[in-house]
């Protein structure tokens, strides 16, 4: 096996291939402390992109509640009981990666879903964990808490699902990052599925190959964010290019809460694979959880979050969040106005940071009428 550089455990690593990056990668952030589980973005993929034949049961985008919700059923807990579970030193990852961990014989350490696991996408929805006694009262973090998880393919950095394929037939495109399977190369022997530990591949049984979420490339290619994203209720989300740490640029959104404010962070980075996809944690939640699941970085993260309101650049990205369906690889903040900006340079939208508040007078002398409160 290759040697590659894995940015998120500090550390190099082994890898079926040698290392090839793209010439951009995409990425996006979601924050959850937005996200109000309304499956609008599941549905926005759904009719976009799954409704045929074999097609009935994929979710390429689901929203799941944790501690107790997934799909399919234990994605994450079937992986992390046989994974080597090491320690974090500092940001260096001391355990084994998903790569380093397989048996012989095999590329990936994985697991195979069976058709039973694909039957409760909802199991665990607003399930939250421990319970409220009489004479309690709220503190944070929360003591009987859960939160909602989008979930999309992370379109890797070192795909599992790339790595596993004994047909070469998934590649990443190299203008872009975005992880694809080549269908006419496919023959469904299904390494893929068994190898993703996120579980976003998909055996199509009516075509005999496997699909997933391919960041709707076609907007991508125009400058448009994916269906999920536009479609966004809670504006959780953003799409964009994401650079190595040392060729951050603070005007890139991307690169500012990933790398620069470090609030954003990658799912299950311990795996491996160098995922794409970054999360704000959530600020009620127990931080051993989420440390699990986010990495040795979310004590920081949290406090950087809830240090916004005193950090104009940070609290004005914020607000940038879902306010156009185009991509703004750049931003731009002019007092309490903050602008997201195309790639060609163009001004997408201005955003104000702080929102007008009038209040309107009881009695409206133009009309003389009397307002009155609904209740």
Known sequence: MARVYNWQIGREMSY??????????????????????????????????????????????????????????AWDLNLLKTLDGGKWNGGRYEGRTIFESAEAGERVLGWRPESQDYAYPN?????????????????????AWFYYLARICNHCTHPACLASCPRGSIYKRPEDGIVLVDQSRCRGYQECVKACPYKKVFFNPMTGTSEKCIACYPKIEQGIQ??????????????????KPQNARPDNPIDYLVHIKKVALPLYPQFGLEPNVYYIPPIHVPTPFTRQMFGPGVDA????????????????????????????????????????????????????VNEPVHVRPAYDRLYQIQRTNCP
């Not at 479609?231 to 994401?242: D, E, L, T, V």
Request: proline share 6%; net charge neutral.
């Open 16 to 73: 079926w291939y040698p290392e090839h990056r793209p010439q951009k990668q995409f990425a996006a952030v979601f924050d959850t402390n937005k996200c109000i589980a309304c499956q609008t973005c599941t549905l926005a993929c759904k009719t976009t992109w799954t409704s045929g034949r074999g097609q009935e049961y994929m979710l390429w985008n689901n929203v799941e509640t944790k501690p107790y919700g997934s799909y399919p059923l």
């Open 123 to 143: 199991v665990g929805e607003d399930d939250c964990a421990g319970q409220v006694d009489a004479g309690a009262y709220m503190n944070s973090p929360h003591m």
């Open 301 to 352: 993260a949290v406090k950087t979050y809830r240090n916004a309101t005193n950090d104009p650049d940070l609290a004005a990205l914020l607000c940038l969040f879902g306010s156009s369906e185009m991509m703004m690889p750049q931003f731009r903040r002019q007092g309490d106005v903050i602008s997201g900006i195309d790639a060609h340079g163009n001004t997408v939208v201005r955003v104000p």
């Open 226 to 243: 994916p269906q999920c994203f536009v479609n966004c209720i809670g504006k959780i989300r953003m799409a964009g290019f994401i650079n």
